[in-house]
């Protein structure tokens, strides 16, 4: 699982805080746009095996690109 919040999209990015499974400490995602990666991130200490998670992420943050009224949060799970 991962939790997607504050999720905001300018013209050439989408931006969210997120929390991996059950972790207290977010982290910034930010999905470029244009070039249609992923910018640099860093899981939580003792999280890097949650990299799977990102990839759910980018898949949804992907999804959004051409919407113009983006939810605030989003939950993703998946088993």
Not at 45 to 56: A, Q
Request: aromatic share 12%; proline share 4%; glycine share 2%.
């Amino acid at each position: 699982m991962i939790k997607l919040n504050n999720i905001v999209k300018s013209d050439f990015e989408i931006r969210c805080s997120a929390v991996v499974e059950d972790c207290q400490f977010p982290f910034e995602l930010i999905y470029d746009i244009k070039n249609d990666i992923l910018q640099k991130y860093e899981l939580p200490k003792g999280y890097e095996w949650c990299s799977s998670h990102i990839s759910h992420a980018l898949r949804y943050l992907r999804s959004l690109k051409n919407e113009d009224n983006l939810p605030n949060q989003e939950v993703l799970m998946w088993y």
